[in-house]
Structure formats: C-alpha cells, structure tokens
C-alpha cells in the first residue's frame, strides 16, 4: 500500500474509533479514560466543555476567569477520574466541581465590586452580550412574549435576575439555562430535591412580581 493510501486508511480507523467512542456512555468514556485512553477524555470535552462554560460564564460573569475556571475543571477530573463515585452522574459531579470552584472565585472576588447584569453580560462587554442570554429567560418564561425581550423590560428582568439571592439564583440558571433535571441540581448544590423546587418557585415568583412591577409602572406613565 502506498503512504497516501496508508494514511488515508489511518485517518479510517482513527473515525471509527471515534465514532464508537461518541457512543458511548459518560462512565464509560471514563472507565476507558482512567486506563490509559487519551481519546476517551477527548470525546467527553467535546462533549461538555461549550455547555460548562457557559455555566461558569454567567456565574461569574468573566469570560478570562471562566475560561480559566474551565481548564481547572477538567484538570481535576483528570486528576480524580480514579476515585470518581459512580452512583453519580457524570455530568452532576463535573457541575458539582464547577459550581465549587466558581464559589471560591466569588471569595476570592469579594473586594471587587460585581458588575451588574445590565452594564456587562457573560462575555465581560456592554448590553449587547448580555441580550441573547436575557432575551432567552424572557422567552421561556410564560407570561413573556418576544416583543417583550427587548429594550427596558430585558433590563428590569436582568436586574430582577441580579438581584435574587444567591441560592434561588444558581438554582434558576441550571435548570432555566442548563435545562438540569432538579434531582441533578439537588445533587450539585447538596440540598434536597424538594428544597431545589422551592428555591426555584420563589425565584420565578421574585421575577413575576419584578415583571408585574414593571408592567404597572409602563401603564401609569402611558
């Protein structure tokens, strides 16, 4: 066989053990990945490492430190692959690991002053980064049109966001951005199921009531 066609049949095989890892399961990926299989660890980056960063993203609201945050992630689950407890899901101890290292660069931020929802979303620029991420809570919720997605409203449900406290505020983003069932989120933020549901219900009661305020005030001044 030629070079060419010896390489050409390489790059063959190299598909058709990527495809048969693609399809695999996380624990999976893993059990192969703490052996020894590079590859394996590949699949499963690709696999999560865009929907993670956007949660570290908008949890810390700087793209420098969540992308910095990222490789910290993945470097742990490198370093602790072996141990990783299989009652688990994947998914719920990479968040897990996530969402406590975002909180140890919230203290170690505490002296900076945080930079509001409305002056700078989560890719550390002006309004207009922050548009698709708040027209999206907008539109999922259900008493929100499309219309309702822009100008002054989009800012007030930004504040509203903002301003809700931390604990019902991380519960919002998982499960209204990350789309995480609340068995997933009770697990990564070590509280029960029921306790996520209330966490989420007063949150979305926080942002109505943000929403009804600010319906009445654009009636009184019409």
Known sequence: MSDTGTFVASLQRGSAVTARLGDMSDDELLERFATGDAAAFGVLLGRYQTPLFNFIARSVRDTDAAADLLQDVFT????????????????????????????????????????????????????????????????????????????????????????????????????????????????VVGVSENTVKSRMRYALERLQEALAEFEEHARAEA
């Open 76 to 187: 742990r689950v490198i370093q602790h692959s072996e141990g990783f407890n299989r009652t688990s899901k994947f998914s719920t101890w990479l968040y897990a690991i996530a969402r406590n290292l975002c909180i140890d660069h919230a203290r170690r931020m505490t002296h900076r002053r945080h930079a509001s929802l409305d002056t700078a979303g989560p890719n550390g620029s002006g309004d207009g980064a922050l548009a698709p991420w708040v027209e999206r809570v907008a539109l999922e919720q259900p008493e929100v049109d499309s219309k309702a997605a822009s100008g002054p409203l989009r800012n007030r449900i930004a504040q509203a966001i903002e301003a809700l406290p931390e604990d019902q505020r991380e519960v919002f983003l998982m499960r209204q951005l990350q789309h995480m069932p609340f068995a997933d989120i009770a697990q």
